[in-house]
C-alpha cells in the first residue's frame, strides 16, 4: 500500500536490492574507467621539446601500455574487478613521477 501511497508501482516498493557481488562489479568498472580517463588526461600532455621530449615519451610508454592493457581485458569481457587490481600491481611498479621542478 506505500508504495501505491508514493506512486511506485506495485512492484517497485519490494525489489530485490542488488547482490553484493553485482554491485562490487559495478563499483570496479566504474573506478576502472576513472583509472583509465585519467591514464588517457596522463598520456595525452604533450611533450616538451628538445631532449626532454625523449624522457617524457619513455615516461608515457608504461601509461599507455596500461591503457592498452584495460581496453583489451574490456574487449575481451575480462572481469573488472580483476583487472583493476593487476592495473593496481601495475601502476604501482612503475617509477614515481617527477615532480614539477624536479630534475628529470
Known sequence: MLGLVLGLGAGAAWAEPASPAAAEAA???DLLAIVRDSLD??????????????????RKRPLQAVTSYIRQRAANGGDDCD?????N????????????????
Open 27 to 29: 563499483n570496479c568498472g
Open 41 to 58: 588526461k596522463e598520456a595525452e600532455v604533450s611533450c616538451a621539446r628538445g631532449s626532454a621530449a625523449a624522457s617524457c615519451g619513455e
Open 83 to 87: 583487472t583493476l587490481l593487476e592495473v
Open 89 to 104: 600491481r601495475r601502476l604501482r611498479a612503475l617509477a614515481p613521477r617527477p615532480e614539477p621542478g624536479e630534475a628529470r
